[in-house]
């Protein structure tokens, strides 16, 4: 049981340290520096038990595999570097959407992605 604790703390604190949504393959490169015998599988098996305990949300982009943010983050929208790859959240939202929307619509929700290049990209 110390193993798995030790590797789902490494995984958690992956998150933390990173300050931004993560693949399952940043998950293992960032984790391993704590726990170096860690495996992918065991990446994918954390992410998901820690998503349904509610620390994590899956961070859903348009043709990209999933990424992952601790949960309870007020509304926000990512930014995707095209070169590295790498997820960044922007924060706050100044989307109005009822001004845009044909008569009768009613939006419930919306998100966003910004493409381009991060600072170490540009």
Request: glycine share 10%; proline share 8%.
């Amino acid at each position: 049981m110390e193993r798995s604790t030790r590797q789902r703390r490494a995984i958690r604190e992956a998150f933390l340290e990173a300050g931004r949504p993560l693949s399952p393959q940043e998950v293992l490169e960032l984790a391993k520096q704590k726990v170096p015998t860690l495996g992918l599988a065991t990446v994918y098996r954390t992410l998901k038990g820690l998503v349904e305990e509610g620390f994590l949300t899956p961070v859903a982009l348009p043709g990209e595999p999933s990424r992952y943010e601790p949960a309870g983050r007020e509304h926000h929208h990512h930014f995707l570097c095209r070169l590295c790859g790498r997820v960044f959240e922007l924060s706050g939202c100044d989307l109005t959407l009822e001004s845009h929307l044909p008569p009768g619509f009613l939006a419930e929700g919306h998100e966003v992605t910004v493409y381009g290049r991060c600072p170490d990209c540009a």
